[in-house]
């Protein structure tokens, strides 16, 4: 009995060591995830992620504890395709949520359901936008109706009809998921998904931030006013919901004042550009003050330790770059996402990581850390190994992208490398509009040069590359 005693103690001296000196690479239970996504967040509407205006001190320490991914992409930048890509780890193709307005099946295959099944408590708090229907694979789910409001909003809740709950979006959702976790009485280990409306337009912030950078000029984007040379569906298509001044932001807040400046394209996209991106600014603000609060919450109920943290957004957005707001097409500020991840112990805090991740991985991740097999029909990877600072030698070389069309925007899908990016518009013109964009040398994706015959062997080895995901993807 004695030395039994002496061992096990000798046993759990080494494991501390061990767990002192370097990331642990199993853990002893199933994490806890508590996944935060928020809804057109930019990346670069970050300070981590080099934004030099806003302050977003919660989820920079985030990144300060975890992994901050810089080339983390959106496989379909739109509200409610992008969460059912979250969900089911397929394509839309596949996942049948082709736009906003599409039927999801809440029947088939998500994680959150497989996530069950190898026993763990699911909740979700937030924007669904997946139908009307009660959510599936969820033990407890409390959603908005379509978008939401920031004001009194109207919510379904398990075991309630719709109710309004007064107060400010942000705050509610956050309180929810706080009282959830303190109210929760099974042991099992969860996955709480928070999924905020903020700073999805329309842009009603918190009254208490009316006057956040109100004497600031935000420095403009240099390619607030490209005129979209080489960019042919940009320039030659009117596509409202995307451009500056046609833009689908509440038109009764800024017009007034748009109309109050001559009737100039440049002095009123400047004064928009203003305008927009503060109200903009300031629902980050309370965005990042409520990853606060649920991240003190996590540290004062001792839920730090065996519990992955995710920031993330349902796709990126046009901080005013090609004169354009929202997001959709395929260019760097709507493709790619903000992701951090935090796991004590096992993710190395303050690291960074350039290799090409996406939206279609959560699922796979998910499941691998539960320890749960993931189905052979999920189209991500589990990015596990990178999380634990070893990258496989066959980690993927592109991720591909495919826009649908949805708001009469032009259908467009392409590929995009660490260096390069391809994109098809297969319904333009004569359906043989192709860009390329040397990510390297033009990172503002402002000179295509598809056409330049020198870049000829690289279409050539783009497009095999594409014609390669279209199998493989099943998107042919
Ligand atoms: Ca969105």
Same mark, same amino acid.
């Given at each position: 009995?004695?030395?039994?005693?002496?061992?096990?103690?000798?046993?759990?001296?080494?494991?501390?060591?061990?767990?002192?000196?370097?990331?642990?690479?199993?853990?002893?239970?199933?994490?806890?995830?508590?996944?935060?996504?928020?809804?057109?967040?930019?990346?670069?509407?970050?300070?981590?992620?080099?934004?030099?205006?806003?302050?977003?001190?919660?989820?920079?320490?985030?990144?300060?504890?975890?992994?901050?991914?810089?080339?983390?992409?959106?496989?379909?930048?739109?509200?409610?395709?992008?969460?059912?890509?979250?969900?089911?780890?397929?394509?839309?193709?596949?996942?049948?949520?082709?736009?906003?307005?599409?039927?999801?099946?809440?029947?088939?295959?998500?994680?959150?359901?497989?996530?069950?099944?190898?026993?763990?408590?699911?909740?979700?708090?937030?924007?669904?936008?997946?139908?009307?229907?009660?959510?599936?694979?969820?033990?407890?789910?409390?959603?908005?109706?379509?978008?939401?409001?920031?004001?009194?909003?109207?919510?379904?809740?398990?075991?309630?009809?719709?109710?309004?709950?007064?107060?400010?979006?942000?705050?509610?959702?956050?309180?929810?998921?706080?009282?959830?976790?303190?109210?929760?009485?099974?042991?099992?280990?969860?996955?709480?998904?928070?999924?905020?409306?903020?700073?999805?337009?329309?842009?009603?912030?918190?009254?208490?931030?009316?006057?956040?950078?109100?004497?600031?000029?935000?420095?403009?984007?240099?390619?607030?006013?490209?005129?979209?040379?080489?960019?042919?569906?940009?320039?030659?298509?009117?596509?409202?919901?995307?451009?500056?001044?046609?833009?689908?932001?509440?038109?009764?807040?800024?017009?007034?004042?748009?109309?109050?400046?001559?009737?100039?394209?440049?002095?009123?996209?400047?004064?928009?550009?203003?305008?927009?991106?503060?109200?903009?600014?300031?629902?980050?603000?309370?965005?990042?003050?409520?990853?606060?609060?649920?991240?003190?919450? @996590? =540290?004062? &109920? *001792?839920?730090?330790?065996?519990?992955?943290?995710?920031?993330? /957004?349902?796709?990126?957005?046009? #901080? !005013? %770059?090609?004169?354009?707001?929202?997001?959709?097409?395929?260019?760097?500020?709507?493709?790619?996402?903000?992701?951090?991840?935090?796991?004590?112990?096992?993710?190395?805090?303050?690291?960074?990581?350039?290799?090409?991740?996406?939206?279609?991985?959560?699922?796979?991740?998910? @499941? =691998?850390? &539960? *320890?749960?097999?993931?189905?052979?029909?999920?189209?991500?990877? /589990?990015?596990?190994?990178?999380? #634990? !600072? %070893?990258?496989?030698?066959?980690?993927?070389?592109?991720?591909?992208?495919?826009?649908?069309?949805?708001?009469?925007?032009?259908?467009?899908?392409?590929?995009?490398?660490?260096?390069?990016?391809?994109?098809?518009?297969?319904?333009?013109?004569?359906?043989?509009?192709?860009? @390329?964009?040397?990510?390297?040398?033009?990172?503002?994706?402002?000179?295509?040069?598809?056409?330049?015959?020198?870049?000829?062997?690289?279409?050539?080895?783009?497009?095999?590359?594409?014609?390669?995901?279209?199998?493989?993807?099943?998107?042919?």
């Amino acid at each position: 009995m004695r030395r039994a005693l002496v061992f096990c103690i000798v046993a759990f001296c080494c494991i501390s060591v061990q767990a002192a000196d370097k990331p642990r690479a199993v853990q002893p239970t199933p994490p806890n995830i508590v996944f935060i996504m928020s809804d057109d967040h930019a990346a670069h509407a970050l300070r981590c992620y080099g934004n030099k205006i806003i302050s977003t001190p919660n989820i920079d320490r985030l990144a300060g504890q975890g992994m901050r991914f810089t080339m983390a992409l959106g496989v379909h930048s739109l509200c409610a395709p992008s969460r059912a890509v979250l969900l089911t780890g397929k394509h839309s193709h596949l996942n049948g949520m082709t736009g906003n307005f599409t039927r999801f099946d809440g029947a088939q295959q998500t994680f959150p359901k497989l996530l069950q099944a190898a026993g763990y408590e699911t909740a979700i708090v937030g924007k669904w936008h997946l139908g009307y229907a009660p959510p599936t694979g969820f033990d407890y789910y409390k959603i908005m109706r379509g978008q939401g409001a920031y004001y009194d909003c109207k919510f379904l809740e398990t075991g309630k009809d719709w109710h309004i709950e007064k107060g400010y979006l942000t705050n509610v959702i956050t309180d929810t998921s706080i009282d959830w976790l303190k109210n929760r009485r099974s042991d099992k280990p969860f996955c709480l998904m928070v999924h905020h409306k903020a700073p999805h337009g329309p842009y009603d912030h918190e009254l208490r931030h009316a006057k956040l950078f109100e004497d600031l000029t935000i420095p403009e984007p240099d390619t607030l006013y490209d005129d979209w040379s080489t960019r042919d569906p940009l320039r030659t298509g009117k596509y409202p919901p995307s451009k500056m001044l046609d833009g689908s932001w509440p038109r009764e807040n800024y017009q007034p004042f748009l109309d109050s400046v001559p009737n100039d394209r440049r002095a009123r996209i400047s004064l928009l550009y203003q305008m927009l991106f503060k109200d903009y600014f300031r629902l980050v603000v309370s965005l990042d003050e409520n990853v606060g609060r649920l991240l003190d919450y @996590l =540290d004062q &109920a *001792g839920l730090n330790e065996n519990t992955i943290v995710i920031y993330t /957004s349902d796709n990126g957005f046009f #901080l !005013g %770059e090609h004169g354009l707001y929202n997001k959709m097409w395929m260019y760097e500020e709507s493709l790619k996402l903000p992701l951090i991840v935090r796991y004590p112990g096992v993710v190395k805090p303050g690291s960074v990581n350039d290799d090409l991740v996406c939206n279609l991985d959560f699922a796979s991740t998910f @499941l =691998d850390f &539960a *320890g749960a097999e993931v189905p052979a029909d999920m189209q991500g990877k /589990s990015i596990r190994p990178l999380l #634990l !600072g %070893e990258r496989p030698a066959d980690w993927r070389q592109s991720v591909y992208y495919h826009y649908h069309g949805a708001y009469d925007m032009p259908e467009h899908y392409g590929l995009r490398t660490k260096t390069h990016k391809l994109i098809h518009f297969p319904k333009y013109g004569d359906g043989n509009y192709w860009e @390329l964009f040397d990510l390297d040398n033009d990172p503002r994706e402002l000179h295509n040069i598809y056409d330049n015959p020198a870049q000829a062997e690289r279409v050539a080895e783009l497009k095999a590359e594409l014609k390669r995901l279209h199998k493989t993807l099943n998107d042919e």
